[in-house]
């Protein structure tokens, strides 16, 4: 490398020259041992936000824009998290009793399928556990698409358009809350960094490359 090639490379990393990239997209994802201690604190957050169970969707809403705004380098002071999670209980408390209901039903379905006392008890297994993926799924994109000024209608009315514009990222989206559910049920303790990684794929795979192009 040339002495000029030296002197153009660090003009470009102090910032008095040239830059030979463009702006990073996620300025603050930089460092990956820092992200992942952020994603480790998101779901310390989550978790304790989500302890009344009913307030999960408003907790999880705050958890995915704090990780946007920290991958944006745009500020993620603790306090904007429970501001969040404050808006994200007007109607989010009605969705999360909504969501307890469904999952209490569906879970007391597939136990019952597994007695036996049920006609067609495989049958009805398959689809209590199907419904609990596209319940966890409807939570999780309606929780992406939460904002404090257009609340949780606007959201919720999102997740049909949402998963027919993008099949796939649904299918994502499904993926994660399969595997967070199987490493919880490993591991109880392992929900922290479970619903930590779920804020992030929640935030990530509407930005992915492929939906930009």
Not at 146 to 170: E, F, I, N, S
């Amino acid at each position: 490398m040339s002495q000029s090639e030296r002197a153009a490379r660090r003009a470009a990393r102090s910032g008095s020259g040239p830059s030979a990239a463009p702006p990073a997209r996620f300025p603050g994802a930089t460092s990956a041992f820092g992200l992942l201690g952020e994603v480790l604190l998101v779901g310390v957050l989550v978790t304790v936000a989500s302890l009344p169970i009913v307030t999960l969707p408003a907790a999880l809403a705050a958890g995915v824009r704090h990780l946007g705004r920290y991958l944006r380098a745009e500020g993620s002071r603790l306090g904007m998290f429970w501001r969040d999670v404050r808006a994200g209980l007007i109607g989010g408390i009605g969705i999360g009793v909504a969501m307890a209901a469904i999952t209490a039903l569906l879970i007391l379905d597939i136990w019952l399928a597994g007695t036996g006392a049920l006609p067609g008890g495989a049958a009805v297994a398959v689809v209590g556990w199907v419904g609990l993926a596209a319940l966890a799924t409807a939570l999780c994109t309606a929780a992406g698409r939460w904002t404090p000024v257009h609340g949780w209608l606007d959201a919720v009315r999102q997740v049909p358009r949402a998963w027919r514009a993008d099949a796939p990222g649904a299918l994502y989206l499904v993926a994660t809350v399969g595997f967070a559910g199987v490493v919880t049920w490993q591991l109880a303790p392992l929900i922290i960094p479970a619903l930590g990684c779920v804020a992030l794929a929640v935030f990530a795979v509407p930005e992915r490359p492929s939906r930009r192009v």
